[in-house]
């Protein structure tokens, strides 16, 4: 197993430690405070006065399964953006982190029972499924050449060949494709499952992050009565603060299937060995979202993700034998090499010898993927940081980065850049000698 989104960042540790001088710009980082993204003004305020109330709540235990004032409020909140949602304060689990959610919801399932995941995939869910499965993950297709909506064909054929399945994973928006799901793809997903008598988990982390005209489709509302269906969601992203560790999932339609609703309470029963989950965001939560401030930072935060998505789309569009897929949602975008124009003997010049020599002996393993291999030499020669598309189950070779850009000017400087290496990597096979390129190629971020 190889968690490429950690594995890059002990890469460049040591890449720096080999030559200090290298500029780093982490396209990889999927946290927007790393990426110099402040929190609203009015959150630390709302802290602060929560945490100096008398009786110190902010700093005890709460309820094994959340903080019931703060779950009766996401029924209420929910319901804004869902009219139909009609979930009790029971249904609600607060989880220290979705991740901490995910985790649960795979350790629960039971023996031999799988849930199918997407490819590519973020890497916790296809990761926590298998570990808890003992085998590997199971895949359904993402389909670049339709802007990485579900292949149907491909889930319904999987879902016919591997009767131990019983759920269906749906990360929307997309996570790391940044596609935002149909309402037409949601409704055949659901369509399936009822066929097949599968639920559907639903992770919804990015709900609310969504931009270029698109609309988030509620998997609630089509979902509704028709199959079981399990929605998570949490404050990491959209606030964001993803150190708060807080998230929640939500069980829905559970009168539909008793085993449905045995599989919740045990869900609710591991959360409650871990005693509760964290205590301040929970209570601070409901004050962060019904701030009369918070639509206007979101739709600041929006049109930022939004204007970099096209930026750089169209910068990466014009890299020939790269596909380059706009994103709608999310901060991520999986741009993917097209087929055969990777090889093992392209290369990027590398100007410090002895990062040069230790990048020669990572890439000269003869099991490395295709895109790892580019994401290593892209690295080392313009400090430019982004995760291997293999690194989330995906068959295609490319790499996922992040829209999280500050500043225009430097996001154009370092995609501009970015493109102009693909180009000479991709070339550098054609007849070059390596000395021949380190002389003509100037990057234009350094
Ligand atoms: N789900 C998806 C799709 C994510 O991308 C992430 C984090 O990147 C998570 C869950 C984990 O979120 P949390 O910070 O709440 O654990």
């Known amino acids: 197993m190889r968690y490429e989104i950690r594995e890059i960042v002990d890469f460049v540790q040591r890449i720096q430690e080999l030559d200090p001088l290298l500029h780093i710009e982490n396209e990889n980082i999927g946290d927007p405070i790393a990426k110099g993204w402040p929190v609203p003004p009015f959150l630390p305020d709302l802290i602060a006065q929560e945490m100096a109330k008398p009786g110190y709540k902010v700093f005890g235990y709460t309820h094994s399964r959340g903080n019931p004032e703060t779950r009766k409020w996401i029924c209420r909140y929910v319901k804004r953006f869902c009219p139909s949602f009609d979930l009790d304060s029971e249904d609600i689990l607060m989880t220290s982190g979705l991740g901490a959610g995910i985790s649960a919801m795979y350790h629960m399932l039971g023996k031999g029972k799988r849930v199918i995941q997407p490819s590519p995939s973020y890497p916790t869910h296809a990761f926590m499924e298998a570990f808890a499965a003992g ?30 399945i019983v759920g269906i994973l749906l990360i929307n928006p997309n996570n790391p494709t940044g596609a935002v799901y149909s309402k037409k793809t ?3 997903i659901v369509k399936i499952a009822e066929k097949y008598e599968l639920m559907i988990i639903s992770d919804e982390i990015y709900f609310r992050m969504i931009y270029n005209a698109h609309q988030h489709a509620q998997i609630t509302e089509i979902a509704k009565s028709r199959v079981p269906l399990i929605v998570m969601r949490g404050l990491s992203k959209d606030v964001p603060w993803p150190g708060a560790r807080c998230g929640w999932l939500e069980f829905h339609n559970q009168h539909l299937d008793k085993d449905f609703k045995v599989y919740c309470e045990s869900i609710k029963k591991r959360i409650l060995m871990e005693v509760c989950s964290v205590t301040l965001p929970q209570i601070v939560m409901p004050q962060i979202y019904d701030h009369p401030d918070f639509e206007d930072w ?21 890299v020939k034998g790269l596909k380059v897929n706009r994103t ?48 290593y030499y892209l690295a080392a020669a313009t400090g430019v940081i982004v995760v291997p598309a293999s690194g989330f189950f995906s068959s295609y070779d490319g790499f996922r980065l992040t829209t999280l850009n ?41």
């Open 298 to 318: 979101m739709a600041h935060y929006l049109k930022s993700l939004e204007d970099n998505s096209n930026q750089i789309t169209k910068i990466l569009s014009s």
């Open 186 to 188: 949601l409704e055949s």
């Open 135 to 164: 085998e590997e993950s199971i895949s359904y297709r993402l389909d670049p050449n339709n802007g990485w909506q579900p292949d149907l064909q491909d889930l319904e054929q999987k879902i016919v060949n591997h009767p131990e």
């Open 406 to 446: 500050r500043d225009p000017k430097r996001r154009d400087e370092i995609y501009l850049g970015l493109a102009k290496a693909i180009e000479t990597y991709l070339n550098s096979d054609k007849g070059q000698s390596s000395q021949q390129h380190k002389s003509e190629v100037e990057w234009s971020f350094d």
């Open 328 to 375: 709608n949602g999310a901060f991520y975008m999986l741009p993917i090499f097209e087929e055969g124009v990777l090889s093992d003997r392209q290369s990027l010049p590398i100007a410090n010898e002895k990062v040069r020599v230790f990048v020669e002996e990572k890439v000269s393993s003869p099991d490395i993927p295709l895109d790892k291999r580019f994401v």
